[in-house]
């Protein structure tokens, strides 16, 4: 037999009542202003009460299901709002940039070399450090990127000396080594005067400048072509 210990026998059958209504104990405790753990006392070597335990669990899962999936439908209606308002903000930006030298040779750059896939980081990748010293200068300069969120990387040889290379690169297109993921090694040997020092990665991990980046691309190959 369960004991009620101090307490009025009413807190203890009203607990039984609540409980079979499927009150938790935090809410039976409440009910009854006694303490949760009294309540557990009260009610854990009672074979209805693990039921009912079973049953709010299941249902805490599937209203928790049921909140996931609400979240991840707003998250994913702000995401295509904002996707839209890059777009809609690239064509005015494209406006008042296409006649700039420097933004018409980073788009053609990255056209070039770049990583055009859409659900990608922005990736330039090439063997000249020209090519990323104006690329990086475009992408402050008009996706505003801070320098600091720009990432670097080095596709590298077995004889080559990764620290050099990483100097030779970090003094041509100023970034600072802090700024260097980890380099990856190509298997065998560089054959090209143009590969002494690895092959280069600028890396920039936003999705929606990625759109904004591709829909200037289009732009300007529209006006290419007229």
């Known amino acids: 037999m369960t004991k009620i210990g101090t307490y009025k026998p009413e807190a203890y ?5 609540f409980r079979h209504r499927g009150f938790t104990y935090t809410e039976i405790a409440k009910i009854c202003n006694v303490s949760r753990g009294t309540v557990s006392n009260w009610l854990k070597h009672e074979p209805f009460s ?3 335990a079973k049953e709010n669990t299941k249902r805490a899962n599937a209203e928790n299901k049921k909140r996931i999936a609400l979240v ?25 940039y296409h006649t700039s030298p420097l933004f018409v040779a980073g788009l053609m750059l990255y ?3 770049g990583d055009i896939s859409p659900n990608r980081s922005i990736r330039l990748s090439g063997s000249e450090t020209t090519q990323h010293l104006i690329f990086i200068r475009f992408a402050i300069k008009y996706l505003g990127v801070p320098k600091s969120a720009i990432r670097f990387w080095l596709h590298l040889y077995p004889d080559l000396n990764e620290v050099a290379c990483m100097k030779y ?4 297109i100023h970034i600072s080594p802090g700024q260097f993921h980890k380099n990856q090694v190509i298997v ?24 904004k980046l591709l829909r200037w691309l289009e732009l300007v190959n529209k006006d290419l072509a007229k």
């Open 169 to 172: 690169w970090s003094k041509k």
């Open 50 to 52: 693990k039921a009912v």
């Open 13 to 17: 059958e009203q607990a039984l009542a």
């Open 72 to 96: 991840n439908k707003a998250r994913n209606t702000e995401r295509k709002n904002q996707y839209s308002e890059a777009l809609r903000l690239a064509v005015i930006e494209y406006k008042n």
């Open 188 to 211: 065998g040997k560089s054959q090209k005067k143009t590969l002494h020092f690895g092959v280069g990665n600028t890396v920039i991990s936003n999705t929606l400048l990625k759109k």
């Open 111 to 113: 056209e070039s070399v």
